[in-house]
């Protein structure tokens, strides 16, 4: 079983940058693939970047150039990092960690962002 916490949502400016960080746990060795999604309201989940157990990193042509996804690993953890920067209205949603994980796929529980004044 492989558990997942999300962490770094909150608010930020227009144009600002805020990082999300998502940690697994357990059985972290069968990790095949790390995601971040995202969701407005009304519409379905949409990918915003994925990045393989080996490292290979992709973002989507809708945040290219402004986000990035990263991973990092210890023996017993694998965390995947977004960082996003140039933040615009359509960005404050909320993001999802995703793992694949031996055929399934798990889901962190989501962190909203939203713009300040």
């Known amino acids: 079983q492989v558990q997942l916490v999300e962490s770094g949502g909150g608010s930020v400016q227009p144009g600002g940058s805020l990082g999300l960080s998502c940690v697994a746990s357990?059985?972290?060795?069968?990790?095949?693939?790390l995601a971040w999604y995202r969701r407005a309201p009304g519409k379905e989940r949409e990918l915003v970047g994925s990045?393989?157990?080996?490292?290979?990193?992709?973002?989507t042509d809708a945040v290219k150039g402004r986000f990035a996804i990263s991973k990092d690993s210890t023996p017993t953890t694998m965390t995947v990092y977004l960082q996003r920067n140039n933040l615009s209205p359509e960005d404050t949603v909320v993001y999802y960690c995703?793992?694949?994980?031996?055929?399934?796929?798990?889901w962190g529980q989501g962190t909203q962002v939203t713009f300040s004044s």
């Open positions: 357990g059985r972290v060795f069968t990790i095949d693939n």
């Open positions: 990045i393989s157990r080996s490292g290979s990193a992709y973002v």
């Open positions: 995703y793992v694949m994980s031996l055929g399934s796929y798990i």
